[in-house]
């Protein structure tokens, strides 16, 4: 095919499979709370994950294959949790009491994955192939993996051992498999605490 800046080939050489294993734990209709929680444990492995343009993002031309290794998005272990709970009614004491106590909801969202793979790329042509996304070679003796007990501030500055990488020879590609290493994982919660008012005009309309 003849493109705006020259020859594009277009074959379909790239597979992809994902294997996973999900419990969930389901609670509804319970006069306090509800929940669902689900757990996954998955493995994503393929050639190339995002393939949104016509250049080539495989840096060995010459050996599609080595490109073969966990997905840009694969997570292993993925939780998340919702809820939602309603106070216990209160019955006894003054009108006022059981207005300000009464009819108040606690709820929220927890979601944590594990680290996303990552790669460690060059900013030149090394290979002399003129792809992007050349890997760094992986020095060797020098592990690439710094202490995990470090302060949350020491990993923003430094993830991982820079000094365990530098340039493969001219002409040559790296030692460094695609998707090596694993980046941070990943925490969000959410929670909120509501107050609905019976609408007594109405049965069963709250505001």
Known sequence: MNGGSGLVDFAS????NYNGLQVQYTQRGGRLLT???SYTYSKAIDLQTQSTSTSNVIPNVF???SERGVSDY???HILNMGWSMNTPRVLTGSAFVRAALNNWVYSGQFN????RPYSVTLNNDTALDSEPDQ???ILPGVSPYLPKNRHRTAKVQEYFNVNAFGYPP???FSNQQRN???GPGYLLTNMSVQRSFPMKFKENMQL
């Open 13 to 16: 050489i790239g597979t992809s």
């Open 35 to 37: 929940m669902i929680v």
């Open 63 to 65: 050996d599609v294959n």
């Open 74 to 76: 694969d997570a292993r």
């Open 112 to 115: 944590a994955h594990s680290g």
């Open 135 to 137: 890997r760094a070679a």
């Open 170 to 172: 001219i002409g040559s």
């Open 180 to 182: 090596s290493f694993v």
